[in-house]
């Protein structure tokens, strides 16, 4: 049975995640809480090995390629990682997690969300976030925060691209529950000011 918080830190490539999560979890440390921090896709060896794959520049994948690659990621840093550190009583921070797979492969590939939620629940044995942070940035900020030189495989896609996932984003932070838009246009301290917001409201 789950006792620890489990905290999901979603949003496009460059949106601020990984800073936002490491200023989170020293808060969280400080205020006396045993956390986790961890990705996707990623978290585990394994896990980390598939995601070279499916980020690495130039290599041909399919869309349902990509998506099962995913899939695959997510169960085993679910199964090793996750859900033993909730059962333990930990909470565990995680950037990105199953909103991320609707909004790339559904709304930016086209793979119908149908099929995308039914291997979520399966890769994750139907465990959802407590909490929500979805981090999003005005299109013009992605090319001052990175260079393209650097860039993984799903950070070349095109504008186009990028809209139809963040249109995503806007969608499902409407439909799921405790799901918060994180202004990431903001100054770093800004943003993180609201994020300690949201999780004392959730008593954490």
């Given at each position: 049975m789950?006792?620890?918080?489990?905290?999901?830190?979603?949003?496009p490539?460059?949106?601020?995640?990984?800073?936002?999560?490491?200023?989170?979890?020293?808060?969280?440390?400080?205020?006396?809480?045993?956390?986790?921090?961890?990705?996707?896709?990623?978290?585990?060896?394994?896990?980390?090995?598939?995601?070279?794959?499916?980020?690495?520049?130039?290599?041909?994948?399919?869309?349902?390629?990509?998506?099962?690659?995913?899939?695959?990621?997510?169960?085993?840093h679910?199964?090793?990682?996750?859900?033993?550190?909730?059962?333990?009583?930990k909470?565990?921070?995680?950037?990105?997690?199953?909103m991320?797979?609707?909004?790339?492969?559904g709304?930016?590939?086209?793979?119908?969300l149908?099929?995308?939620?039914?291997?979520?629940?399966?890769?994750?044995?139907?465990?959802?976030?407590?909490?929500?942070?979805?981090?999003?940035?005005?299109?013009?900020?992605?090319?001052?925060?990175?260079?393209?030189?650097y860039?993984?495989?799903?950070?070349?896609?095109?504008?186009?691209?990028?809209?139809?996932?963040?249109?995503?984003?806007?969608?499902?932070i409407?439909?799921t529950?405790?799901?918060?838009?994180?202004?990431?246009d903001?100054?770093?301290m800004?943003?993180?000011?609201?994020?300690?917001?949201?999780?004392?409201?959730?008593?954490?």
């Amino acid at each position: 049975m789950k006792k620890g918080k489990f905290i999901v830190l979603e949003g496009p490539d460059r949106c601020g995640k990984s800073t936002q999560a490491k200023m989170l979890l020293n808060y969280l440390i400080t205020q006396g809480n045993d956390v986790i921090l961890t990705r996707e896709p990623g978290g585990t060896r394994t896990a980390e090995r598939i995601r070279q794959i499916v980020l690495e520049p130039g290599l041909s994948v399919t869309a349902m390629t990509e998506l099962f690659l995913y899939e695959a990621s997510r169960a085993q840093h679910t199964e090793e990682l996750i859900l033993p550190a909730l059962e333990a009583g930990k909470t565990v921070l995680c950037e990105r997690y199953t909103m991320s797979t609707c909004a790339y492969q559904g709304y930016g590939r086209g793979i119908p969300l149908r099929i995308i939620r039914t291997l979520n629940r399966i890769a994750t044995q139907n465990l959802v976030p407590d909490l929500t942070l979805v981090f999003l940035m005005s299109d013009k900020y992605f090319t001052e925060r990175g260079e393209y030189l650097y860039s993984d495989r799903l950070e070349r896609e095109d504008i186009a691209f990028r809209k139809k996932m963040r249109r995503g984003y806007l969608n499902m932070i409407k439909r799921t529950p405790n799901a918060y838009l994180v202004d990431a246009d903001k100054d770093i301290m800004d943003v993180q000011t609201r994020v300690q917001e949201i999780l004392k409201e959730h008593g954490i």
